[in-house]
């Protein structure tokens, strides 16, 4: 037996809709389905899907085949069936298998079809996105019944691409993990935010890490896409902002604040980092 405890098919006309809407065009959901299967049942879909389909399994699970390929598919896993593709579902042992389950289309579909089809687990965790996934999950249904406008709609298809999002970068998601296993990054960057005013060398912020120089600079790389001294640069650029943004204190101190002992050269890192010179940030903040 296969119950369909929650469900909502978007009406086709809201679909065309959101296909000619440039804010939902890219990305845009079809239909919304929490599906309860009894141990040892079938669910099967012959007809080619006409849409792109998201199967996440909440609990139980069984053996899912796609394209003819069968593959174990349990709690905490998940699939993306691709359009013009067919599935079938056999169920274990447990009564009843959960899946929620997500039909999308859009432009931006089709970029990311190379996550498809493989069955993918979800590292467990609780400081990140993965944790809002059933949330998501239930703010959609919820919006879904609110009535059929545009604006509703809109924030349901934003929504969706987050939820999407926690799926296909699951990995992305797992920071938390990562700094446990690597807490000297994150030890790192709270020892920049701590010293902007400063100048530091590579060697101290490595000695705060807990690090060798060039062990942190491959590690850091990999985590930020920066070297600890672009990193840096960076953040007390961003606070520099902040203070051309909220107070009048004058560029050559907001220099010295950061750490610059050359204003002419804060002016310069500023220019290249932002595209504009903290004098006109400055103007163009006051202008607006």
Request: charge should be positive.
């Amino acid at each position: 037996m296969i119950i369909k405890k929650r469900f909502f098919k978007l009406p086709t006309f809201i679909i065309a809709e959101q296909k000619n809407n440039s804010l939902t065009k890219d990305l845009y959901l079809c239909e919304l389905a929490e599906i309860l299967v009894k141990s040892d049942t079938l669910w099967s879909d012959q007809v080619k899907l006409d849409d792109h389909q998201l199967i996440f399994c909440t609990k139980g699970g069984g053996i899912i085949q796609i394209s003819g390929d069968l593959v174990p598919f349990n709690q905490n896993q998940y699939c993306i069936i691709p359009q013009g593709f067919t599935f079938k579902i056999q169920t274990g042992d447990t009564d009843p298998s959960v899946f929620l389950t997500c039909k999308f289309n859009g432009e931006k579909s089709k970029i990311m079809e190379k996550d498809f089809t493989v069955v993918r687990d979800l590292i467990p965790s609780v400081n990140n996105m993965v944790a809002n996934r059933m949330m998501l999950f239930d703010e959609l249904f919820s919006n879904l019944t609110k009535g059929f406008y545009n604006a509703n709609y809109q924030y349901i298809n934003l929504c969706f691409g987050h939820l999407l999002a926690t799926f296909i970068y699951a990995s992305r998601t797992s920071d938390d993990l990562m700094e446990e296993q690597n807490p000297g990054i994150s030890h790192a960057i709270q020892f920049m935010e701590q010293n902007l005013g400063k100048k530091l060398s590579l060697d101290e912020i490595a000695e705060a890490a807990g690090y060798s120089p060039s062990y942190l600079t491959t590690l850091f790389r990999k985590k930020t896409g920066y070297s600890p001294s672009s990193y840096f640069s960076h953040l007390k650029i961003t606070k520099a902002c902040e203070y051309l943004d909220f107070s009048k204190v004058k560029i050559k101190e907001i220099s010295f604040l950061m750490g610059y002992s050359d204003p002419y050269y804060f002016s310069k890192d500023f220019q290249k980092k932002m595209g504009i010179s903290p004098r006109n940030y400055r103007k163009r903040v006051a202008g607006n």
